[in-house]
């Protein structure tokens, strides 16, 4: 009999069984006692086409598809001239290691794109102003691109094996040549695979988000060396320094503008309930612990982890705001006041949506508002309509860019779509139809 054939759908997709959402969101989240399963409850995404709909957007917003059709879009980059680049892909190459992980691998795969991973940039260009968006390819022959920066005439790309730039200037279309290795990074088993990138105000560093090699350690922590932290790269010689650890799987990483703070989005380990542990946004302090894998937020040890290390578990600090468990944040960008004065001054967070709650969670972008360079209400609902209560799903937002000019840019993995939402700046009301445009 098949593995597959062993469990009953009921057990490995789940219906809700009713769990209760508790205040998960916000600088102090309940956090229930750990719970533990043969397999957690899964409801996964049911894909299906966006035909004559768009997602939901906020009265005063419209939102446009500019484009679709691409190979599994991740995050992007809004350069100086209005061109959007977007780096496209599939990594990973770990090896399943206990019954239940194929099982979980399998109901996972359901929920995304069976298109094959693009392993290249293309560029997205509205050569009129019309919003409509020529597209092409930028550079091809990438491994897994993910994280994107642009410093001066250098473009750094963040493949799942290595940081690479090109030479870059304003308005070009296409690569002068292949890229130039910056530093290698670290890629064997890949469990997360996905590097985030971000530079730091003066350009002189660039930070990588290196995610673990595993939910909490299954490997053996021979396997998390130089996982689960995120590196500081001299942009110019490729020196490396270890800027953060304890932090399971930065996905996005995002610079304040003004600060200069480094400030991320990390997803947190899974199989201990439906709301553990929240997955989170915060500040990164240089030389921090965030706790995986002996704790999470604080000092909540995990007692899955032997042995334990208990002056690590004291030096873990807590998240600044906490996101939801099992959101899957995978985007993160400051908001500009070209968006609107409600969504000024803030932080959006494109949620990839859960897989292991009978209640689902995400599936939307976010807007977390700021005050004093810090998180200060809760969440706003900013992009939503990617699924549906039946589980029908259309997108799974992954990259957030803000345009300065206002525009939100939100990378679609499910539909590989790339969406574009701006202000309605006309006096007529902003709801969305078919074509993207306001009615």
């Given at each position: 009999?098949?593995?597959?054939?062993?469990?009953?759908?009921?057990?490995?997709?789940?219906?809700?069984?009713?769990?209760?959402?508790?205040?998960?969101?916000?600088?102090?989240?309940?956090?229930?006692?750990?719970?533990?399963?043969?397999?957690?409850?899964?409801?996964?995404?049911?894909?299906?086409?966006?035909?004559?709909?768009?997602?939901?957007?906020?009265?005063?917003?419209?939102?446009?598809?500019?484009?679709?059709?691409?190979?599994?879009?991740?995050?992007?980059?809004?350069?100086?001239?209005?061109?959007?680049?977007?780096?496209?892909?599939?990594?990973?190459?770990?090896?399943?290691?206990?019954?239940?992980?194929?099982?979980?691998?399998?109901?996972?795969?359901?929920?995304?794109?069976?298109?094959?991973?693009?392993?290249?940039?293309?560029?997205?260009?509205?050569?009129?102003?019309?919003?409509?968006?020529?597209?092409?390819?930028?550079?091809?022959?990438?491994?897994?691109?993910?994280?994107?920066?642009?410093?001066?005439?250098?473009?750094?790309?963040?493949?799942?094996?290595?940081?690479?730039?090109?030479?870059?200037?304003?308005?070009?279309?296409?690569?002068?040549?292949?890229?130039?290795?910056?530093?290698?990074?670290?890629?064997e088993i890949n469990h997360h695979?996905?590097?985030?990138?971000?530079?730091?105000?003066?350009?002189?560093?660039?930070?990588?988000?290196?995610?673990?090699?595993?939910?909490?350690?299954?490997?053996?922590?021979?396997?998390?060396?130089?996982?689960?932290?995120?590196?500081?790269?001299?942009?110019?010689?490729?020196?490396?320094?270890?800027?953060?650890?304890?932090?399971?799987?930065?996905?996005?990483?995002?610079?304040?503008?003004?600060?200069?703070?480094?400030?991320?989005?990390?997803?947190?380990?899974?199989?201990?309930?439906?709301?553990?542990?929240?997955d989170y946004l915060t500040a990164?302090?240089?030389?921090?612990?965030?706790?995986?894998?002996?704790?999470?937020?604080?000092?909540?040890?995990?007692?899955?982890?032997?042995?334990?290390?208990?002056?690590?578990?004291?030096?873990?600090?807590?998240?600044?705001?906490?996101?939801?468990?099992?959101?899957?944040?995978?985007?993160?960008?400051?908001?500009?006041?070209?968006?609107?004065?409600?969504?000024?001054?803030?932080?959006?967070?494109?949620?990839?949506?859960?897989?292991?709650?009978?209640?689902?969670?995400?599936?939307?972008?976010?807007?977390?508002?700021?005050?004093?360079?810090?998180?200060?209400?809760?969440?706003?609902?900013?992009?939503?309509?990617?699924?549906?209560?039946?589980?029908?799903?259309?997108?799974?937002?992954?990259?957030?860019?803000?345009?300065?000019?206002?525009?939100?840019?939100?990378?679609?993995?499910?539909?590989?779509?790339?969406?574009?939402?701006?202000?309605?700046?006309?006096?007529?009301?902003?709801?969305?139809?078919?074509?993207?445009?306001?009615?």
């Amino acid at each position: 009999m098949g593995l597959l054939a062993a469990f009953p759908l009921s057990a490995m997709v789940g219906v809700c069984s009713g769990q209760a959402e508790t205040a998960q969101v916000g600088p102090s989240p309940d956090l229930p006692k750990p719970e533990r399963r043969l397999l957690p409850d899964m409801v996964i995404a049911q894909p299906a086409q966006w035909r004559d709909s768009v997602p939901t957007v906020p009265d005063g917003y419209q939102v446009k598809a500019i484009a679709t059709g691409l190979k599994i879009p991740r995050q992007t980059l809004v350069l100086p001239n209005g061109d959007i680049l977007v780096a496209e892909g599939r990594g990973g190459n770990a090896a399943q290691l206990r019954p239940k992980d194929v099982i979980a691998g399998i109901i996972k795969a359901r929920g995304t794109s069976q298109v094959e991973g693009g392993n290249r940039l293309t560029l997205l260009r509205d050569t009129d102003g019309d919003g409509i968006y020529e597209v092409s390819t930028f550079a091809e022959n990438l491994n897994a691109p993910y994280g994107l920066a642009l410093v001066g005439d250098k473009l750094y790309v963040a493949n799942q094996d290595a940081v690479v730039r090109f030479d870059y200037q304003p308005g070009q279309a296409k690569a002068s040549g292949p890229p130039q290795e910056v530093a290698l990074l670290p890629s064997e088993i890949n469990h997360h695979w996905t590097k985030a990138l971000a530079a730091s105000a003066d350009g002189r560093y660039l930070y990588v988000g290196i995610g673990s090699n595993s939910n909490i350690t299954e490997r053996g922590m021979a396997a998390e060396v130089d996982r689960a932290r995120i590196w500081r790269i001299n942009a110019s010689t490729g020196e490396y320094k270890t800027y953060a650890t304890g932090l399971r799987n930065p996905t996005a990483l995002a610079v304040q503008p003004n600060t200069g703070q480094l400030w991320a989005v990390v997803n947190e380990r899974d199989e201990i309930g439906p709301d553990l542990v929240p997955d989170y946004l915060t500040a990164v302090r240089e030389g921090a612990f965030y706790g995986w894998p002996y704790s999470y937020w604080g000092q909540n040890i995990d007692v899955r982890v032997k042995p334990q290390d208990p002056a690590k578990v004291a030096a873990a600090i807590k998240p600044d705001y906490s996101l939801g468990a099992h959101v899957a944040a995978l985007g993160v960008d400051f908001s500009t006041d070209a968006m609107g004065r409600r969504f000024a001054n803030g932080v959006f967070v494109g949620e990839h949506g859960s897989w292991n709650r009978s209640e689902p969670v995400g599936y939307k972008v976010v807007f977390v508002p700021f005050q004093d360079g810090r998180p200060s209400g809760p969440p706003v609902d900013f992009v939503t309509g990617f699924r549906d209560s039946d589980g029908t799903t259309r997108g799974r937002p992954v990259g957030v860019t803000v345009d300065p000019k206002g525009a939100l840019i939100v990378a679609d993995d499910l539909s590989n779509t790339i969406w574009r939402i701006t202000p309605v700046r006309t006096a007529q009301s902003s709801r969305s139809v078919p074509n993207g445009q306001s009615e």
